[in-house]
């Protein structure tokens, strides 16, 4: 069960520690203080079952994504006046994210009150809206992994104030009481309306609860050091690439014959899209199509619209049709995917309503679906098929497994990598598959598909908070039936921008990746292209495509980034469409190219 401390006389003891004259004993109706020595909790509920770990007094609640949330049962108003919270954390990983402790948020629903946490720099801050979200305390110190802390937070009247280990860290002034909101207590992350964020990976015990704000010498009395230590788990990533150390820029291969062509120039002066993006290319009977998203606003947002057009040598593009444009209200239509399938031409695209509000999770592109279009060869028209898929966007064109299915990778209305399967050879029946997060509780999205043998199939994945801050490096999930089931996802030692990759296999059986390959951060200002040998699951070769920095080429854009590059091969030749980021336009505002690279240029047998 819980200890409560409710001993006057036991508070008295506990404050002498700090000083021979004693430090008056606070008069309180609680603390209430949360400690996990017995199964029985009832002032918790955890959303899944609890694992137990080595406390720093009896038994702690071990944190990762399967056991990282907890909901505490104190009254909603607890927070109105003074407080004071404190917690015992050992932190087993902080780098690159934030992690949090205790949270009263929910971020979709602008529910923000304040969240205790390890945040981005592996530092201890606190998160507060006392009129202006967000305000922001920091410690000085950092954890060691495996060591225990005890965090405390105390708000009295104006002044907040944040302690590590019984010292103040930092305090400040008030703007105003703090702002109370409806969100529930959380431990160990944030329940964000559904959608669990900000997980905390390691291990917490006695949570404490104050109605008052402790003195800075009471905070100090209530610190007893502890030299106890945990072993941290070993971190190992998944080996992607086997090339040796990873080259730098200067040092990438160059391709020998290469030609660039203008798919789509960003114009908005003349047909009012301001954003052009994620464009996907097929050859059909001997023609090429392209298509990807176009809005007159910014990206994700209702009125988006999906482009198509055509070309006879894959150079020479014809002028771009809308195609889609069924009138209803709050809908964006985006970019999508193509199948050859029985001799006829699909196109399976994005669908969302309201607003589409990147990179925040829970309820990121409400109600998405998949809609699927089939070109009438007569007319060159699309005719609409409807919504064939719950909860995924497809950003991997759909191939044939062994059992008769077909599958589609991208992602999920929450941002987060997904999959999708069809019901046989019925391609308006689609089930979409959830790939969640790992122990290190990484946000992964936008994903592309590699198979071995149309069974057992690689989910590479954009990697949204690398496990080294700013060093991003692509995630790995991996399924052995089908894609009915997936490993979580690890990080591999492969560089990658955070960006939608794109991958598949060459008729020389070798594997590709293209993407923003060996810049850190989120910078797209080189494409690359690594591939492996025949046969190989590792790639093991890396040639830049486009570079910001070197002279335009013949037939290309002026341009500021690369990026959500697509690829098909025809004929010998590797097709790579992709968003070029328009000079001074900013954002994903971007023109659209199209480069050709002999496949005999990536052989490297």
């Known amino acids: 069960m819980f200890r409560y401390l409710i001993s006057l006389s036991f508070i008295s003891l506990f404050l002498s520690v700090f000083s021979m004259n004693a430090i008056p004993a606070p008069t309180m109706n609680y603390p209430l203080s949360l400690t996990f020595d017995n199964t029985e909790i009832p002032s ?25 949330l907890g909901v505490v049962n104190l009254p909603n108003d607890f927070f109105k006046g003074d407080f004071t919270v404190s917690a ?11 992690r949090a402790i205790l949270a009263k948020n929910i971020y979709i629903k602008n529910q923000r009150e304040w969240v205790m946490m390890v945040d981005t720099n592996n530092k201890l801050a606190v998160y507060y809206n006392s009129g202006t979200p967000w305000e922001r305390l920091e410690s000085k110190t950092i954890p060691e992994p495996g060591k225990w802390y005890q965090v405390t937070l105390t708000v009295k009247n104006k002044t907040i104030s944040l302690y590590v280990n019984g010292k103040i860290e930092t305090t400040k002034e008030l703007s105003g009481l703090l702002k109370p909101t409806p969100a529930p207590l959380t431990l160990g992350g944030v329940d964000n309306a559904g959608s669990l964020i900000q997980e905390f990976f390691g291990v917490i015990d006695t949570v404490t609860f104050f109605d008052r704000a402790l003195s800075a010498d009471e905070v100090t009395a209530m610190y007893v050091p502890t030299d106890k230590k945990h072993t941290i788990p070993e971190y190992k990533r998944i080996n992607l690439w086997s090339g040796g150390d990873y080259p730098k820029p200067e040092q990438f291969l160059r391709f020998k014959n290469i030609r660039f062509a203008k798919v789509k120039a960003r114009m908005p002066e003349q047909d009012s899209f301001v954003w052009q993006h994620g464009p996907s290319i097929i050859r059909f009977k001997g023609k090429f199509y392209a298509s ?61 309503v309201k607003k589409g509000i990147p990179h925040v999770i829970g309820d990121a592109f409400p109600d998405l679906s998949m809609e699927a279009y089939l070109l009438d060869e007569s007319t060159q028209n699309w005719e609409y098929k409807g919504i064939v898929g719950k909860g995924i966007w497809p950003y991997h064109e759909p191939f044939k497994l062994s059992n008769g299915n077909w599958i589609v990778s991208g992602m999920d209305e929450d941002w987060r990598s997904a999959v999708a399967i069809s019901n046989g050879n019925d391609l308006l029946k689609w089930n979409s598959i959830k790939v969640r997060n790992g122990g290190m509780a990484y946000h992964g999205t936008e994903a592309n598909l590699w198979t071995k043998d149309q069974q057992h199939l690689t989910l590479l994945i954009r990697n949204e908070q690398p496990f080294q801050n700013n060093f991003n490096r692509a995630l790995i999930s991996f399924s052995n039936d089908y894609g009915k089931t997936w490993s979580l996802p690890i990080e591999s030692d492969m560089p990658m921008t955070a960006s939608k990759p794109a991958c598949g296999v060459l008729s020389t059986g070798q594997r590709f990746l293209i993407n923003n390959l060996a810049i850190t951060v989120h ?83």
């Open 44 to 68: 918790v509920k955890f959303r899944n079952e609890v694992v137990w770990a080595e406390g720093v007094h009896g038994k702690g609640v071990y944190f990762d994504e399967k056991n990282n």
């Open 88 to 98: 015992w954390i050992n932190v087993y990983l902080g780098t690159g994210r934030q």
């Open 292 to 352: 990807f998203g176009a809005n007159a606003g910014q990206e994700n947002t209702v009125g988006e619209k999906i482009l198509m057009t055509t070309s006879e040598d894959g150079i020479h593009w014809a002028p771009c049709k809308i195609i889609g444009d069924i009138a209803a209200q709050d809908v964006g239509r985006s970019h999508g995917v193509f199948l050859e399938h029985d001799g006829k031409l699909w196109t399976f695209h994005a669908r969302f």
């Open 523 to 605: 910078s797209r200002s080189m494409l690359h292209i690594a591939v492996g040998r025949s046969g190989e699951e590792t790639l093991s070769k890396v040639w830049t495509i486009r570079d910001v920095k070197e002279p335009i080429p013949e037939g290309a854009f002026q341009a500021a980034s690369f990026a959500y590059p697509h690829a098909a091969e025809y004929d010998g030749k590797l097709y790579i469409i992709y968003s070029v980021g328009a000079v001074g336009a900013g954002g994903n505002n971007n023109h659209i190219e199209l480069v050709i690279i002999p496949v005999e240029e990536l052989n490297i047998d």
